[in-house]
């Protein structure tokens, strides 16, 4: 009885189709601190995300359209960012996926808030150019590190958030690899 599968469909050529497999979850694509640049090592490492969050310092309005060719973007504007254009972007944002609350600033040392509190469950921050995730009272703080020019021997990065039932999980994905 060889059976095709579930979800396969016998075709009248005598071939079976089966469908590609699904992912269950989501993934948010995280790149920061671009500053004008954006790599295409950068759009690579990002081509499979659900969602991009760029948490400031993007240096230019053309990578946020490259991002959108990609998936759908939080942007927000940070501290170089003061062309006519970043003036749209807010200084913070909230965004829920896949039942996650992530709150959204360049600069962490400015948060208001306490996240906890709030019932955040994820803080995506960038400035520091410094990649970086650590969970405090329930509450994943994640910064990419810089996918732009590299500054200060940091590696250049950028970051993945895998949401699945209600939990996440964080990577961060160095690109160039070394010093340049």
Not at 143 to 168: C, H, I, Q, Y
Request: proline share 7%; aromatic share 4%; hydrophobic share 40%.
């Amino acid at each position: 009885m060889g059976g095709a599968g579930v979800g396969a469909e016998l075709c009248s050529d005598g071939q079976v189709r089966t469908p590609a497999p699904t992912r269950t979850g989501a993934i948010i694509g995280i790149i920061s601190d671009t500053h004008g640049l954006l790599r295409p090592e950068a759009l690579a490492a990002l081509r499979d995300s659900d969602h991009i969050i760029h948490p400031g310092d993007i240096g230019d309005p053309a990578i946020l359209n490259k991002l959108e060719g990609i998936a759908p973007v939080t942007a927000i504007r940070g501290n170089v960012d003061r062309e006519a254009w970043a003036k749209k972007l807010p200084a913070t944002n909230v965004l829920e996926v896949g039942g996650i609350s992530i709150y959204v600033l360049h600069n962490l040392r400015d948060i208001d808030l306490k996240p906890e509190a709030a019932a955040f469950s994820i803080v995506v921050s960038g400035h520091s150019h410094v990649p970086r995730q650590e969970t405090k009272n329930g509450v994943l703080y994640f910064n990419p590190g810089s996918a732009g020019p590299r500054r200060f021997r940091l590696p250049v990065t950028v970051g993945r958030l895998t949401v699945k039932d209600g939990k996440v999980s964080g990577e961060i994905v160095e690109i160039v690899p070394g010093f340049e």
